[in-house]
């Protein structure tokens, strides 16, 4: 008789075979990670920030068989724990730090995890998992769509490992006909507010876009206007006649819409990204009442990166990604290879509440809707992709058809301990510590005092060595390696200073471990 995990197992192999396009490659065989347990493990984040006054939602990430029960201990007054879907909401009015202890309990155990709500000026304590509409829908994106991929999010069990928002992009946007002169959604998008409900019943979080130009990237209405009335039209305003800044500026009259619609994350979009312009949103959305993550696109400009720390909680470091390895050679597109393992001088401005963005995850299908196609990354170059931004702390915005997930691509996005390396309480960004030929080796610190390492082979064949450097990585006595991506635990090292890691990374691939004192 078959386990229950082996029993999950299959039956998410056949949903995904049933699932999987023509063009999709079956990369079966590539699976690394063992299905979830049937007993809880609660999964996540360990520290959570929100604002005083601010509507709180967090809703527990659990794996195992359900039904499952939650419960909290220590939650603070102003609380309360939906004990079925283990969704936590209200409001906290005092600053302050509470520690609590989540717990979740079915048929088969119980667990629990230490957790901190950090009530201050700081949200997005850690980097910001979810979804992003453009990469699977462009324009052809609508209300429906996005409430069916937010469902997909929760029916696929991406909810359980802590994917939590649902991001609508560009062409969204009508006229401004609302309070103060407020963006009104067009035609695709009926009832905004309704549409947030939905998200947020879900246990779900809602973003949106703008842009503080008079028209949007997709020639849509911009966040500012060459009238005081905010009139616009695509023959008058659109296109890139439209990309520049307006006379008139609508920032907070849109923020307090967006706020009582009820969204919780705004991308904010326009070349190049400028300080004036980024304050004056902040603001706006902090005065709003409502916690808003704030990400800035597209390419902020380094020499404003202590700017972006204070005053956003995320920016994009680069152009735009492409589902490849290298570059095409074509303006703006850069390969995973060229954007990933050129983070470094930005390493320090990575942190709790402000983070660099290298662009969204090209995994799954892919393009710019409604024609999609399979990522044309190989198998170990996604497992590259996916490690390196979680080693750099990274935001995490899934950009693919959710309704089209294959076993894959579900198993590459629902490992628990590699998604706890970029949700580490710490926030520490990865750095390249030595270069072996065409390995590069990346170390991150975690809260635990552990540390994750990363072997990346950038050459398109595979290569063997042996690691004999961990005293060099700090490590002077006996160490306990576990491999990340297979969840196995490998022999210790006893001796830092003279036994080696024996090492095969695939081309373009990647061996992800987690080191620590073996104590």
């Known amino acids: 008789m078959k386990s229950p995990s082996v029993l ?12 999987r396009g023509a063009d999709q490659p079956d990369n079966t065989a590539a699976i690394l990670t063992p299905a979830p347990a049937a007993t809880p493990r609660i999964n996540g984040p360990s520290v959570f920030g929100v604002r005083p006054g601010s509507p709180f939602l967090y809703t527990i990430p659990a794996t195992g068989e359900r039904p499952m029960q939650f419960a909290v201990e220590h939650l603070p007054a102003g609380l309360a724990l939906d004990a079925a879907s283990g969704r936590i909401t209200g409001a906290l009015a005092q600053a302050g730090t509470f520690e609590v202890t989540l717990q979740a309990r079915n048929a088969r155990g119980t667990a629990q995890k230490k957790f901190r709500i950090v009530v201050g000026d700081s949200i997005a304590l850690t980097p910001a998992m979810g979804w992003n509409s453009w990469n699977c829908w462009a324009d052809a ?84 206007a060459e009238s005081a009335d905010g009139a616009w039209s695509k023959d ?15 920032t907070s009259a849109d923020a307090n819409q967006w706020a009582a619609w009820g969204f919780d994350y705004l991308k904010y979009d ?8 980024t304050a004056e949103m902040s603001a706006a959305l902090r005065a709003s009442g409502r916690d808003i993550v704030f990400s800035l696109s597209n390419a ?9 720390a204070r005053l956003a909680n995320s920016w994009r470091t680069t152009g735009d990604i492409w589902d490849r390895w290298g570059t095409d050679g ?7 290879s060229e954007i990933g393992f050129s983070q470094e001088r930005w390493a320090t401005t990575a942190g709790p509440g402000h983070w660099n963005d290298p662009d969204m995850l090209v995994v799954g299908h892919v393009g710019w809707g409604p024609s999609l196609h399979a990522t044309k990354l190989t198998a170990d170059e996604q497992y590259t992709h996916i ?30 301990e590699v998604l706890a390396l970029d949700q580490d309480a710490l926030g520490r960004q990865a750095v390249r510590v030595l270069t072996s030929g065409p390995v590069d080796v990346y170390v991150k610190e975690l809260e635990d005092g552990g540390k994750a390492v990363g072997f990346f082979n950038r050459d398109s064949v595979p290569q063997t060595l042996g690691f004999n450097k961990l005293s060099q990585l700090g490590f002077e006595t006996k160490v306990h390696v576990r491999d990340l991506w297979r969840q196995q ?15 095969t990374i695939p081309a373009h691939g990647v061996v992800l471990y987690k080191i620590a004192p073996a104590s």
């Open 8 to 19: 999950l197992l299959l039956s998410v192999l056949a949903i995904a075979a049933i699932s």
């Open 141 to 224: 994106v609508d209300q429906e769509k996005v409430l069916r991929s937010a469902r997909a999010l929760v029916s696929s069990g991406l909810v359980n490992h802590g994917w939590t928002y649902v991001n609508i992009d560009d062409t969204w946007q009508g006229q401004r006909t609302g309070k103060d002169g407020a963006l009104q959604s067009n035609a695709k998008f009926p009832d905004m507010k309704a549409l947030c409900g939905d998200i947020h019943a879900l246990g779900l979080k809602a973003g949106i876009y703008s842009t503080p130009w008079v028209t949007s990237y997709a020639s849509f209405a911009g966040g500012s």
């Open 236 to 250: 008058v305003s659109g296109g890139e006649k439209g990309h520049h800044h307006g006379k008139f500026s609508f």
């Open 270 to 277: 326009w070349f190049p990204n400028d300080v004036p312009h």
């Open 300 to 308: 902020a400009p380094f020499e404003h990166a202590a700017d972006w």
């Open 330 to 336: 074509e303006f703006w597109h850069f390969g995973i």
């Open 387 to 416: 490690s390196l931004w979680c080693l750099l702390s990274a935001p995490l915005l899934i950009g693919c058809d959710l309704e089209r997930l294959d076993a894959f691509t579900l198993n590459l996005l629902s490992n628990d």
């Open 489 to 503: 635990d490998l022999p210790d090292v006893t001796d830092t200073r003279k036994e080696s890691l024996k090492l």
